[in-house]
């Protein structure tokens, strides 16, 4: 499966933003979604992810309270909203396939990545 990030650009602190990753074929209901993201000097972090039945795991020290993963599976489409960003949310901004049945956060369960987009909260 491909996937395509988008939505991700610059915004001043306490904006929103929605990120959508859309996938090619026609399996994407049966693939686990994750969100991650990647900051400069920092290992890739986890934000959230998606069960194929719609379950959902949030970081709760970076995303909780302020970011929502939801998916539309009609669309092949999984989403990432953001609100209240901070600027140490400045990252570039992952999504992630996996075929595992467990959901889990673990990036190396995440087979399929998409190009990540950048997002860059200003203060």
């Known amino acids: 499966v491909q996937l395509q990030a988008s939505g991700g650009g610059l915004v001043q602190a306490g904006g929103s933003l929605k990120l959508s990753c859309a996938a090619s074929g026609r399996m994407f209901s049966r693939y686990n979604m994750g969100w991650f993201r990647e900051a400069p000097g920092k290992e890739r972090e986890y934000l959230a992810v998606?069960?194929?039945?719609?379950?959902?795991?949030v970081n709760i020290d970076s995303a909780e309270g302020r970011f929502t993963i939801s998916r539309d599976n009609g669309k092949n489409t999984a989403y990432l909203e953001m609100n209240l960003l901070k600027p140490e949310d400045t990252a570039v901004y992952y999504c992630a396939a996996s075929v595992n049945t467990a959901v889990t956060a673990d990036p190396r369960d995440y087979i399929y990545w998409g190009k990540g987009t950048q997002v860059t909260v200003s203060s």
């Open positions: 998606i069960g194929r039945n719609g379950g959902t795991i």
